[in-house]
């Protein structure tokens, strides 16, 4: 059977930004901000977007096309060992997958909450520790699954495609009428102060760059398993170069409006904005009670979640759906059913067990993410740099300069190692 393509290169890029932007824009970003000096984590954030981060995408996307397969087939046809390396990432895609989808799972239960109004006579703080980690958690973490499973089951173009184009747009509207909302709240300059003033202290360390590193894979989703598998669904005449920008310029709106959107509303109300994991749970809760109008924008900013969310999770479970399909020749709807499921046992045991939780996110972003980055990057190097830059420039409507080519052999590869090393050595 023909291997599946995208149908335009707008539904592309709606598919990849929709993987991109996810909580990792709406609720990691801001917390991370929030933790790590407000503009001071914001700065570097950037810089690493515009020197590693298109980067990644054109050799996720470069490895993806060139081998027309995901990270199994990609490793396998270039690096010793490569058919393990891509189980590897397979099986990281599905841990990232287990308990995202518990996240996403809670989210969907603050969406009911706020469309009921039982969010407005919550104390924020109570009705997170009673979500958060018990047995309804469960329903809500299998829901999430179950959509992911019957959008995956379409097919790329027919589900995932599809689906894309519908949530983008209604996500980048719900974004813009929230943000404008906290902006005009009283006292938001406070948050904008904080949000856009770096303390040079902060820049200058050596953390803040390593999280705003790890923050900048996961949150572009290039960890060698998704991009590498969307990028096999494109066409010798699409533009790989012009996407990678697009991708990493949407992906970064996303996240950097979302900063604009908590912030001024967080200090309007004279909340903290170091919550951490809690920003979006307890302190953006709130936030809505106080407000005019409250309920409404919270059912609007959890749908918004979950629109990002839902575009994140087709993107995973894809991955291991593709490797299915393609080496153990199992129908996409039998895959889809089966390997969703699996990720539902993989997952449960989180949705009552904290430190299992914190275990799945360590492992499988933290230890193991990184290091899908820089075996696919390995790959492409074996594959060769010059090969890779004809292969890229197929389809390009800009120019790319030749400087790419040491980039991705040199330059890209040590970042990731440096970095990934040094996390382990400032602990
Ligand atoms: N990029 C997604 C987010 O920011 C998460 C993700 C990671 C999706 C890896 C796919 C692969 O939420």
Known sequence: MARETWGSRVGFVAAAVGSAVGLGNIWMFPMRVGLYGGAAFLLPYLVLLFAIGVVALTVEWTLGRATKGGPIEAFSKTLPG????????NVTMLMIFAFYSLVLGWILRYFIASLTGELAGVNPGAFFDSIAFSKEALLWQFIVIAITISIVAMGVQKGIERANKVMMPALFVFLLILTIRSVTLPNAYEGLRFYLLPDWSKVMSGKTWMIALSQMFFSLSVLGNTMVVYGSYLKD???????AIATAFGDTAVAVTAGFLVFPAVFSFGLEPTAGPGLVFVTLPMVFQKMPGGMFFGALFFLLLIF???SSTVSMLEVYVD?????????RRNA????GLLTFLVGAPSAVNPSYFDWLINISTVYIGPLGALIAALALI???VDKAYEELKKGALIDVPELWKPWVKFLYPIV??????SQFLLG
């Open 416 to 421: 990731i190692a440096v970095i990934y090393i």
């Open 336 to 339: 889809s059913i089966l390997l």
């Open 82 to 89: 490569g058919k393990y390396l891509g189980i590897l990432v």
């Open 323 to 331: 490797s299915a399909i393609t080496k153990l020749n199992i129908s």
């Open 237 to 243: 005449e699409d533009d790989i170069p012009l996407s």
């Open 382 to 384: 074996k594959l060769g």
């Open 308 to 310: 990002a969310g839902l």
